[in-house]
């Protein structure tokens, strides 16, 4: 028989709703039986210290346009283990309340908004919940940090170690399993927060280039015109350092051959 006292505090958390964090990270590892938001975060513990936090340099370059980003975020992930589920939550809470106060001395001006939550019986995939002597409940996030138009690379890059000098400081404590474990810090990057403001510009990029083509392709018999086009896509970031972001918008219209422009054009 289950124990309806001890089941409402967890189906009152099946409540909980992800807030505004959309992601691409892969599925959750938590069986089928546990509860709560979709949204997750990688397993902390499949990660090392060794392999360092921070934001590189890539050498690929798919770009309409660059520009300077103008915010660093950070993936966070909060693991508390209680008796009860009610429990586990205000240890997280605790947790967060704490990385928050951190966070104020290790890169001033960030903040971290919780996004979804996830409940997990203890015990694994099969077992009666009610029958079930622990929980776990899991807090994912993340890190926000505003970066003023003023600050130049090495005061970038200071705020960048303060944050991976905070990421390892919760990584040892998960190793030596003391009190502060269960907090992990992941995939640093940096972004443009509006990235709307650039789309007028990046449409101006793409005329242009396709006006140079036009003119180079086409024939004195047969020139190229502008026929049609499909709505523009969302306008895609890829982070290429610390100093730039490419912007780039997906374009998709057909250039014909006719012996005049279309009426009207």
């Known amino acids: 028989m289950f124990d309806d006292a001890r089941m409402r505090p967890i189906v009152c958390l099946t409540l909980i709703a992800v807030a505004s964090c959309a992601s691409n990270q892969p599925e959750s590892r938590y069986p089928s039986m546990s509860i709560g938001s979709g949204y997750s975060l990688p397993s902390s513990g499949s990660t090392t210290r060794s392999e360092g936090t921070g934001v590189g340099m890539s050498?690929?370059?798919?770009?309409?346009?660059?520009?300077?980003p103008d915010e660093m975020i950070v993936d966070v992930r909060i693991e508390k283990e209680a008796a009860t589920a009610p429990q586990a939550l205000a240890l997280a809470q605790t947790a967060a309340g704490e990385l928050v106060a951190r966070l104020q001395q290790a890169a001033p001006g960030a903040t971290f908004t919780p996004c979804g939550?996830?409940?997990?019986?203890?015990?694994?995939?099969?077992?009666?919940?009610?029958?079930?002597?622990?929980?776990?409940?899991?807090?994912?996030?993340r890190v926000e940090l505003a970066f003023a138009p003023e600050l130049d690379y090495w005061k970038r890059s200071a705020l960048v170690v303060g944050i991976a000098e905070l990421a390892d400081r919760y990584d040892a404590a998960r190793e030596a399993k003391t009190a502060d474990k269960g907090v992990s810090l992941r995939s640093t990057r940096v972004a443009v927060k509006n990235a709307e403001a650039y789309?007028?510009?990046?449409?101006?990029?793409?005329?242009?280039?396709?006006?140079?083509?036009?003119?180079?392709?086409?024939?004195?018999?047969?020139?190229?015109?502008?026929?049609?086009?499909?709505?523009?896509?969302?306008?895609?970031?890829?982070?290429?350092?610390?100093?730039?972001?490419?912007?780039?918008?997906?374009?998709?219209?057909?250039?014909?051959?006719?012996?005049?422009?279309?009426?009207?054009?």
């Open 59 to 68: 050498r690929e370059l798919e770009a309409g346009l660059l520009v300077r």
């Open 117 to 141: 939550t996830k409940v997990t019986p203890v015990g694994g995939h099969g077992k009666v919940i009610g029958a079930s002597e622990a929980f776990t409940v899991a807090i994912e996030g």
């Open 199 to 265: 789309r007028a510009k990046l449409t101006e990029i793409w005329v242009q280039r396709a006006r140079a083509f036009a003119a180079a392709a086409q024939a004195h018999e047969a020139p190229l015109y502008l026929l049609d086009c499909a709505p523009p896509g969302e306008i895609a970031q890829k982070q290429q350092s610390l100093e730039e972001v490419a912007l780039s918008r997906s374009v998709s219209c057909r250039l014909g051959s006719l012996k005049a422009p279309p009426a009207g054009r």
